[in-house]
């Protein structure tokens, strides 16, 4: 690149932006992939990215591609400053040309080899629909017009443009705007979702870095852009350790960077900065990705400089919606509800001046409480479950939570390992609700898996299943195959506004944790938030792929004591009792008056 494309010209340099090089590589090493949908930060190169791909494929693989943009006007643009100046600079291609003027024009690019590149842009469907392309490019696709229903959107008009061609190709890119916007979509809908993880130079955990683990100083100081003035001039922000929580400084993020890797969430497949790819990537040809500013090693982006850009949007709804769409490349959405894991860690603590008791310790059943529930969230190779006792008028203290192996370990846990109070015999949960959703490693639903489960003992295991959309009444059963197999449908927006209300009762003792919960535990609980959405309220996560699987246990706990007539229960003793957890009996324990004190479901 030249002084005309970029202010540091040259050859171009992956060191710059590391996380560039998965982005162009994975589908030329992944042939199963056909689109990539890119939701992005501004001005960290994935535009650049993308111009390169057409580069490469002019000069290795010369069929025919088109590069979409939002209007005619940005379409020629584009080509005039960004185009033409990397086929006229960059030898390779420039031995390619042709000696006709009309091959080099703002609308085409055709080299001697056969490779020609087609513009386009949204709502000229003209320049959108014409013969077979292999690959095709929409750039800043949050920023097309919107579609007026008289021909098909751009993107399927790229389907259709590209459906000759096995080894077709698509990219999508684009900084978000709003969750409506065409990029959330598409990226929200892709089979695969590969995010960037880097190790911290100190424990050497990988971890995505997230917004919620940037720190800055000078707090204290009121006023917003003295605040932000001093953070740069003393450049008084840093990065915490998700793991270790040492502070990570600017000075150490080229080396993390450089040494990250593009990774499903659980890590299972990773593709390395350096070319090198570890395990199976999951089955699906469209993958999402997402990066944000926090990676990009540019000037502007060091962590003091993204810190000072926050703090200045104090109470600027337009600029903050500015700063998590270009700095952070998330959508932005009007709230509504938001919890708080420092809500939880308060319940963990205790308060005196709210008159909140320390939570007691794990496994312990309360002296107040009438049944115990168990309920699992289904992952691709595990289970989250959490075990919550309920008592009358829904208070509720959690018992035990954790990760289950496989779906033997999962039933001990919570059906088959017995907890005491006081001195009544062990009690086991009355019913575990489980999740029917979920894939396993390769890709597969989990839904008959977890059906076969239920099987084993159908009047304690419950499958269910969470309503795509709002249900006339909060939950109900449906039957499944003829084995008298019974799913009960859950309207989750319903549960969740039940979870906040009871997480936020003025009596704060109402829903309690246990005193063992670790910091990802509360940072699962306010992993959702409640906002604005085509004019409804609706939940959706805080960060797109963050962990929520406590919080959908939770969710799921509240559904439960619904099933179990929870609001039926009489009031019992109010002072909690001290109790052991029982080892796995081997026969079923005695029914006490402790979980026969009124009509459950179960």
Known sequence: MTRRQTSRPGLWRNANSPFNVGIMDLPFRQRQIRKVFVKKAAQIGVSEALRNILACLAHQEPDPALLVLPDENSAKKIM???????????????????????????????????????IGWSGSPSTLAADPIRFIGFDETDKFSDWNGRESDPISLGDVRTATYDNAIQYAISTPTTREGLINALHENAAIKLWFFVPCPHCGLAQRLTFGQLEWDYKEVKDARQRAAMVQKHKAAWYRCFGCEEKILDAAKPKMVNHGFWATEDQSYRLHVDGREEGQLPAGSEVGMHISALYSLAPKHRFYEIAAEWIMCSGNPMRTQGFRNSWLGEVFEQLVLKPKASLIRDKVAGDETRNIPPAPPPKIIPAWAGVLIATADTQKDHFCFVIRAWGAEYRSQLVHYGIAQTFDELKAVCLDTGYRFGDGAPVMPRALLIDSGGTSTNGVSRTSEVYEFAMRDQQRIVPTKGASQAMSSPWRESKVGDAGLILRLIDTGYYKDMLSRLLNDPDATKWMPHAAVDDDYCKQMASEHKVIVNGKQVWVPVVSGGANHFWDCEVLQCAAADMAHVALMPVMASAPAVGIVAEPQAEQPQQTAWAAGYKGRW
């Open 80 to 118: 005039r400053k960004r185009i033409l100046p990397m086929f006229e600079d960059t030898p390779a291609l420039a031995a390619l040309k042709t000696a006709q003027a009309k091959d080099q024009a703002l609308h085409n690019v055709t080299l001697r080899n056969g490779f020609d590149l087609g």
